[in-house]
């Protein structure tokens, strides 16, 4: 069974930095792609940023607008994925989704499991 | 960038009902459509991917159509256990992108 949980998530103040992570079990991690998707106080879901998997040597894609301050990494000794977040501001306040996007043949990798989130408040 | 835009932003229907939701991309974007649930105070739940294909588990009161802009999402026989919120996402290329989301409510 794919299990993804985050942690990290907390109140920051505006213009500090986080890390969140994202520890996956129950498939092989480096198979597959991983996002992060985030959700501000009752809005829609905003997708962040993609690590691919080992055959794409792990490259990283951005939202335009979260490229110069989120960074995604992963490290799949011990199969977590993280996301990075410089200069917070009050409306990076959101709950922060780590989702799988599985990669098979023949169809374009697509999230399939997601955890149960983790919030970040930004605020003084 | 490709934009999503679904429609209505929320509908209320009778218990039994058929509800069709609309997703359309701004740009074609072949067959590459993804459903979520996502249930109020939890985390999202696929439903569909490839325009139509059921997530492993996901019963059959849900179906997906269309492809290259327009799509949509069925439910049959609308149940309580289906009130949600529903968003489309593309994952055509990049950057993926999410629909505005469509609420659904009983009546």
């Known amino acids: 069974e794919v299990q993804l949980v985050e942690s990290g998530g907390g109140l920051v103040q505006p213009g500090g930095s986080l890390r969140l992570s994202c520890a996956a079990s129950g498939f092989t991690f480096s198979d597959h792609y991983m996002d992060w998707v985030r959700q501000a106080p009752g809005k829609g879901l905003e997708w962040i940023g993609r690590s691919r998997n080992r055959i794409h040597n792990f490259d990283t894609q951005y939202a335009a607008s979260m490229r110069d301050r989120f960074t995604v990494s992963r490290d799949n000794s011990i199969n977590s994925f993280y996301l990075q977040m410089d200069n917070l501001k009050a409306d990076d306040t959101a709950v922060y989704y780590c989702?799988?996007?599985?990669?098979?043949?023949?169809?374009?990798?697509?999230?399939?499991?997601w955890g149960q989130g983790t919030l970040v408040t930004v605020s003084s | 960038d490709i934009q999503m835009t679904q429609s209505p932003s929320s509908l209320s229907a009778s218990v039994g009902d058929r509800v069709i939701i609309t997703c359309r991309a701004s740009q074609g974007i072949n067959i590459w459509l993804a459903w979520f649930q996502q249930k109020p105070g939890k985390a999202p739940k696929s439903l569909i991917y490839?325009?139509?294909n059921l997530e492993s588990g996901v019963p059959s009161k849900f179906s997906g159509s269309g492809f290259d802009r327009e799509f949509t999402l069925t439910i049959n026989n609308l149940q309580p256990e289906d009130i949600a919120t529903y968003y489309c996402q593309h994952y055509a290329e990049y950057p993926l992108a999410f629909g505005g989301g469509t609420k659904v409510e009983i009546k």
């Open positions: 989702a799988r996007a599985y990669y098979g043949s023949g169809t374009w990798p697509r999230i399939d499991s």
């Open positions: 490839a325009t139509s």
